[in-house]
């Protein structure tokens, strides 16, 4: 049984984010959607919510479960009792910081891979920064976000 653990921030899900989770479940027995709690960063959405958004939005999907998570990744793919760890590229922009953190992650843990997918190309320039800008601005957010994150965002930003 293969587990895998996708991090991120996830503020909020979007539809790129949501196809690198389905195409993982189709390749690993289990996918944990990690929802990082990073107090570096203020997030539009608490993480309780964040969580929320996604479970609604992978409820469709048998073998994904969602967690959040404090502290070093590794630490957390760790307790989960795995080594793989999911990331999604985009474009080049993507190519250079997820590299390093991937090559950060092997040296404090070296038992750790991670595996990248690239992006379906109708979500490669889809960022939850993106969203939450499109948002504010009242753009359609069908085709962005999951339907169930759409009127969150616009409770969220109005
Ligand atoms: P983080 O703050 O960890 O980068 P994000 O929620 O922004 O968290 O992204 C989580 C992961 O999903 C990252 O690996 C990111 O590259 C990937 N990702 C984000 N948007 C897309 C997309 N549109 N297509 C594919 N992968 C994506």
Same mark, same amino acid.
């Given at each position: 049984m293969v587990v895998a653990v996708y991090p991120?921030?996830? %503020? $909020?899900?979007t539809l790129g984010h949501y196809d690198i989770i389905r195409r993982s479940a189709k390749i690993f027995d289990h996918v944990i959607v990690g929802v990082l709690n990073n107090t570096a960063k203020t997030p539009l959405f608490s993480l309780e919510e964040r969580v929320k958004m996604l479970e609604d939005a992978v409820? %469709?999907? %048998?073998n994904v479960s969602v967690e959040s998570f404090e502290g070093l990744l590794v630490d957390f793919v760790k307790q989960k009792k795995t080594n793989v760890v999911i990331r999604g590229l985009r474009a080049l922009t993507d190519f250079d910081l997820e590299m390093q953190m991937a090559q950060s992650n092997r040296i404090v843990a070296p038992e750790v891979d991670t595996v990248f997918l690239s992006t379906s190309i109708e979500y490669s320039y889809l960022s939850s920064s993106t969203v939450k800008e499109y948002a504010k601005y009242g753009v359609d957010l069908k085709g962005f976000? $999951?339907?169930?994150v759409i009127s969150k965002l616009i409770d969220k930003l109005s």
């Amino acid at each position: 049984m293969v587990v895998a653990v996708y991090p991120g921030s996830f %503020d $909020p899900v979007t539809l790129g984010h949501y196809d690198i989770i389905r195409r993982s479940a189709k390749i690993f027995d289990h996918v944990i959607v990690g929802v990082l709690n990073n107090t570096a960063k203020t997030p539009l959405f608490s993480l309780e919510e964040r969580v929320k958004m996604l479970e609604d939005a992978v409820m %469709d999907i %048998d073998n994904v479960s969602v967690e959040s998570f404090e502290g070093l990744l590794v630490d957390f793919v760790k307790q989960k009792k795995t080594n793989v760890v999911i990331r999604g590229l985009r474009a080049l922009t993507d190519f250079d910081l997820e590299m390093q953190m991937a090559q950060s992650n092997r040296i404090v843990a070296p038992e750790v891979d991670t595996v990248f997918l690239s992006t379906s190309i109708e979500y490669s320039y889809l960022s939850s920064s993106t969203v939450k800008e499109y948002a504010k601005y009242g753009v359609d957010l069908k085709g962005f976000v $999951p339907e169930c994150v759409i009127s969150k965002l616009i409770d969220k930003l109005s």
